[in-house]
């Protein structure tokens, strides 16, 4: 049979099958029941968009607002469901919600809780977007964004307005490392009726307890630790009080911030190793720090678990571990330049930005042009993420890194 019309061949009159369908229609209606009785480890990965009801009076019956049922993908999953369950057990939260980034997560809060005429507050050392977020795009729908100083919490109270609605918190400050007195600064807050939302994503819901110290709305990017592989994007936002997780949960419906089925197992996966990993990326961190502290090259190493770095004593106070994370400088002669030849010369340590994951990260950062100049330290920033190589490894790294950059 010729075939000059370039027509597809296949089934293009086809019979009907045994029940009495079409193929197209069959290939839609497979008729798949999960496997009752199938208890695997890992619960299954459910993808969908639409999710169907069984009736008209189903359908009607049925609100996400209250995640009774499943009413639509963007609404939730099993699979999401589960995720956001294990996730606020691990942090001690009532509800959680799970956004497609962190900083998603953090821009959910913003738009949740400020209008036209609030104020905001974030500390200086907030993570960058986050400060770009609050100063151009919340700006610009009239909200007034202002920086505290993370460590003076009388900083604080000068900047309050009797618009102030938010104060963000981070513990510490994700490049510079200093940790705050989170319960100064919660007591503050309370005390003008403002409420507070942490990032917590160096914490990774184990090293601080945000809930045990009275903050109302716990932000995490569980790209970083939750994750574990530096293989996906996801944000959750967590709190334990009911009229703020509406606000909060009418915002993300709203927004439309869903997050994929797949997505969310790649985290359900990393959920199980979290707390070794963490403990292996804060020994390995802690031990390499100290030996960067000896080396007579170095300035200050900037660990909150390290007695001198600043806040120390908070970290000691509210903290039950540390990430993997820290930063350094170089004496205050290595320039701009050496510092990053320095970076260059690593070789297990690769150049990248995130943390939490499997591979030890480096990044030079201008604290003093990030930080407005006030900035104690002449030589480039260096912020060093410990991964899961062997910590002695690593050490020779650097050393050999120094030796050709720094000579
Ligand atoms: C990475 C990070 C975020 C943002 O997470 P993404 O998933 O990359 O958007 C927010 N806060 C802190 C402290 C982070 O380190």
Not at 54 to 77: C, E, F, I, Q, S
Not at 120 to 138: D, F, H, I, Q, W
Request: aromatic fraction near 6%.
């Amino acid at each position: 049979m010729s075939n000059d019309t370039h027509e597809p061949q296949l089934e293009q009159n086809p019979a009907a099958g045994p029940d009495g369908l079409r193929l197209a229609t069959r290939l839609q209606h497979a008729g798949y029941q999960p496997p009752a009785g199938f208890d695997s480890v890992q619960p299954a990965t459910h993808r969908a968009s639409t999710v169907i009801f069984p009736n008209v009076a189903a359908m009607r019956a049925r609100d996400w607002r209250h995640k009774t049922g499943y009413t639509y993908g963007l609404h939730g999953t099993p699979t999401t469901f589960t995720l956001e369950a294990r996730l606020a057990e691990i942090e001690g939260a009532a509800h959680c919600m799970l956004c497609p980034s962190g900083l998603a997560a953090i821009a959910l809060v913003d738009l949740a809780l400020l209008e036209q005429g609030d104020g905001v507050l974030l500390p200086a050392n907030v993570y960058g977007p986050s400060r770009e977020l609050a100063e151009r795009l919340l700006a610009g729908l009239g909200i007034r964004a202002s920086l505290y100083d993370p460590m003076n919490p009388a900083s604080v109270e000068d900047s309050i307005t009797p618009r102030t609605r938010l104060l963000w918190l981070e513990a510490p400050g994700s490049v510079t490392l200093e940790m705050p007195d989170l319960r100064g600064l919660v007591a503050i807050a309370r005390r003008h009726g403002i409420t507070t939302a942490i990032d917590n994503t160096w914490a990774a819901g184990l090293a601080i307890k945000p809930f045990d110290l009275g903050i109302d709305i716990s932000m995490q990017a569980l790209t970083k630790y939750q994750s574990g592989g530096a293989d996906v994007l996801m944000g959750a936002v967590m709190t334990c009080n009911e009229a703020l997780h509406e606000r909060l949960l009418y915002a993300h419906m709203r927004l439309g911030l869903g997050v994929g089925g797949d997505d969310a197992t790649l985290v359900l996966r990393g959920l199980h190793s979290l707390a070794l990993r963490y403990a292996a990326h804060d020994r390995s961190a802690r031990r390499i720090a100290a030996w960067m502290r000896e080396q007579p090259e170095v300035q200050v190493v900037l660990h909150p678990a390290l007695p001198g770095s600043p806040g120390h004593a908070h970290w000691v106070r509210d903290c039950s571990g540390a990430a993997g994370l820290f930063s350094f400088t170089f004496q205050p002669q290595v320039d701009a330049r050496r510092v990053d030849a320095f970076v260059d010369a690593l070789r297990l340590f690769k150049i990248g930005y995130s943390w939490g994951g499997p591979m030890s990260l480096a990044v030079p950062y201008d604290a003093a042009t990030m930080r407005g100049g006030a900035w104690p330290y002449a030589s480039p920033l260096v912020r060093l993420c410990i991964g899961l190589e062997d910590p002695d490894d690593l050490i020779a790294d650097i050393a050999q890194a120094m030796r050709v950059a720094l000579r």
